[in-house]
């Protein structure tokens, strides 16, 4: 059974007025007036640059556009040495507008142009719209129509604006380097975009555009994703894209590109902003105490490969690394002339999966000659605080040649102001140059040595890493971000036409026992076998007819009651007839209670799967230790369906409990390859049923020789 992307169903803003975009499940094109104008005019056009209306000018006038400006403001003659019109009636045809005026003068200005000047590039800096009141948001979507009915582009508003190697239409500062090959950079906050690139300036990144939709009220984060997917040349694109996100509007989009993009050879790193509880689900289920959008997105970024910051220094440091070539292990020579850096940068890397492994042995012996007495090859290979460039150079080529075992160098060289770095960093520069290996230059000395630093960074191109920690953690998310899941999965195979038919006679809400053992039955889930009686002969009964005893003991749980351990509702290990006669009628008498389930006693260690369903991100799979330990732990895996068994077995070695799974202290350990089977069926069960919202398996009881669940709930909403 094939499985494609998730099936997001509709978003619902809380707000009715906070974004009035086209349809973003429809195929969006750019309009090329927008990317690669031959003429610009600037309404609201000011000669103080304080102003966005001048600084917008300001930074076009100064960047690579070679076409024609304009400028319109009334009360102007001429504005930053630009002829200036009184009226957007009065222009000649125009390609790209950018507007810095009052917002209830935008939709007549946006309606002339569109209409009247064959404009098709639109970039609103103004504020005062969907984000501001419902009023706001009526003046978004007329605006948004109009540029819609001539297929035009509209950036904005209250954004920023929009820069690239061919012109800069953006009213902040700084403007980067731009290079076709640097970072192209989308941003739903103008002002934090500021802040992201004053740090990677700083470092040495260039980009190749900053997109800042600001409202997106046409054109979303996704919207760009998908036009850089769609026009990616593999001699001409940035393969590096930084996304800085406060929402995820649509996933499926998100998912789809990115995972394109990086299979074409780009790199992604995002932040995604705000996390929150998804609602009052967790008084339901399990699932809906651990279900939360933030989880959500981070199994959406897994999935797509993308890698997850949460600050703006993080951010950068990994758009760093990705300028350097991609590493291809986990194995790390720490070269320094300094030890506490070294230390501390083994450390990081260590404790996150990363491998600094011991150099020895005769080419170990021959480095060491080469350097002064008191160095050390171990790894951290430290050559003092006297070391000189040329030794650099040899243990970057013995790490390069001689050492198998090392797929990548971070070296470590500071100054204490004694003495220039020129030669050091040239040498370092060179090998970067000619080494089949990464090399990542940790250059802490930022004012001892700013220079040489500076030099290293704006002539040599490169991106220095300052903090040898920051670099690390970087590093090491780089590295432990898996590729991108296939978009279509071969999941196992389940009796779709018996679930379809269970769920279609279903009424919304939880189902009964009857009726949710069908649909694990059908999905070939294993299950207990149970029996579910409200009469006392029929309790005895069942227990004579599976030989209740000492060798078979019975499980009598409540039916009725929501959290049956919370109301004393669970008796194990049942051996005789009497305690079923005692026990029913206790249980019986718990308040919700309308009948009691009862089965054969199975052993094993508590594990658990569970499913819910977000509106936007389609079903989300939840799995790790199960019973009373997933709420003192919550120590569990989630991934966005659909999910294949290959995939489970893989996170189920990310739990903090998976050595309990393995077996320890003499207790059976768990079949992973049968628990990782049951969370692909659980997987193929949802998509065949989008109308399951949500679903418990807890416990299922894991050992050698089954997988089985015990309890379940699972309710539906058509």
Request: aromatic share 6%; proline share 5%; glycine share 8%.
């Amino acid at each position: 059974m094939a499985f494609g992307d998730l099936n997001c169903l509709s978003l619902h803003p809380s707000k009715s007025f906070q974004k009035s975009n086209i349809n973003s499940n429809l195929y969006f094109m750019i309009n090329p007036k927008l990317i690669d104008p031959k003429s610009i005019v600037i309404v609201g056009a000011s000669s103080n640059i304080n102003k966005p209306g001048g600084k917008v000018l300001l930074n076009l006038k100064n960047s690579n556009f070679k076409g024609t400006i304009y400028a319109v403001n009334p009360k102007e003659d001429e504005v930053q040495g630009i002829k200036c019109y009184k009226q957007v009636e009065d222009l000649p045809q125009v390609d790209c507008a950018i507007l810095a005026i009052a917002a209830k003068f935008c939709p007549h200005t946006v309606d002339v142009l569109a209409n009247q000047k064959e404009t098709g590039g639109f970039i609103i800096v103004s504020a005062g719209f969907g984000e501001e009141n419902e009023e706001g948001a009526r003046l978004e979507k007329q605006i948004v129509d109009t540029i819609n009915g001539v297929g035009g582009s509209l950036i904005g508003p209250n954004c920023t604006g929009f820069l690239n190697t061919n012109y800069c239409g953006a009213f902040d500062a700084p403007i980067p380097t731009l290079d076709p090959k640097g970072v192209e950079f989308i941003t739903g906050s103008g002002a934090t975009a500021v802040f992201i690139k004053e740090y990677g300036i700083t470092n040495g990144l260039t980009f190749s555009s900053v997109w800042a939709v600001g409202n997106s009220a046409q054109m979303g984060i996704e919207d760009v994703l998908e036009h850089l997917d769609d026009t990616f040349d593999p001699e001409k694109s940035s393969r590096i894209i930084m996304l800085y996100m406060e929402k995820v509007s649509n996933p499926a989009k998100l998912l789809k590109h990115s995972r394109s993009l990086i299979n074409k050879g780009c790199r992604i790193a995002a932040i995604k902003a705000g996390s929150s509880a998804a609602g009052s689900r967790a008084a339901s289920s399990h699932t809906g105490a651990l279900a939360t959008s933030d989880e959500a997105v981070e199994a959406l970024f897994k999935k797509a490969g993308i890698v997850r910051c949460h600050n703006r220094q993080e951010l950068t440091t990994v758009c760093g690394i990705f300028t350097y070539p991609e590493i291809k292990g986990r194995n790390i020579a720490v070269i320094t002339h300094a030890g506490g850096p070294a230390v501390m940068l083994t450390d990081v890397l260590s404790n996150n999966g990363l491998e600094v492994p011991h150099i020895e042995g005769p080419a170990a012996e021959a480095l060491l000659g080469k350097l002064f007495g008191g160095s050390s090859v171990g790894n951290p290979i430290d050559f003092l605080a006297t070391g000189t460039a040329e030794q650099l150079g040899a243990i970057i080529d013995a790490c390069e040649n001689d050492f198998d075992n090392i797929d990548a160098m971070c070296v470590i060289f500071g100054s204490p102001g004694l003495f220039a770095n020129w030669e050091v960093y040239d040498v370092l520069d060179q090998k970067m140059k000619t080494c089949k290996k990464p090399i990542f230059p940790i250059l802490p000395s930022i004012i001892n040595v700013k220079d040489e630093i500076q030099d290293f960074i704006t002539n040599k191109h490169r991106v220095n890493f300052p903090e040898e920690c920051v670099f690390g953690n970087a590093l090491a998310k780089v590295v432990n971000t898996p590729k991108p899941q296939p978009e279509v999965v071969e999941q196992p195979e389940i009796d779709v036409a018996r679930i379809r038919k269970t769920i279609e006679k279903c009424e919304s809400g939880y189902l009964e026992i009857a009726d949710y053992n069908e649909l694990l039955d059908a999905a070939g889930i294993s299950r207990k076998r149970s029996v579910e009686v409200d009469k006392k002969e029929d309790a005895l009964q069942f227990a004579k007819e599976v030989g209740c005893g000492k060798d078979t003991p019975l499980v009598m749980k409540v039916v009725g009651p929501l959290h049956k351990s919370d109301v004393g509702g669970v008796t194990l290990n049942v051996k005789d007839l009497d305690t079923v006669s005692k026990e029913f009628d206790r249980l019986m008498a718990i308040k919700d209670t309308y009948a009691v389930e009862m089965y054969p006693m199975l052993d094993g260690t508590d594990v658990y799967i569970g499913a819910i369903r977000d509106d936007k991100f389609g079903h989300q799979i939840f799995f790790g230790l199960g019973g009373i330990f997933i709420e003192v732990l919550k120590d569990v895996q989630s991934a966005l369906a659909p999910i294949t068994a290959a995939e489970a077995k893989q996170m189920l070695t990310k739990l903090r409990g998976y050595k309990i799974l393995q077996g320890v202290r003499g207790q059976e350990p768990v079949n992973i390859d049968l628990y990782a089977d049951q969370i692909a069926r659980i997987s193929a069960l949802v998509q065949a049923a989008p109308e399951i919202v949500e679903m418990d398996l807890n416990p299922l009881l894991g050992n050698p020789r089954y997988v089985t669940a015990v309890d379940a709930r699972i309710r539906i909403q058509k």
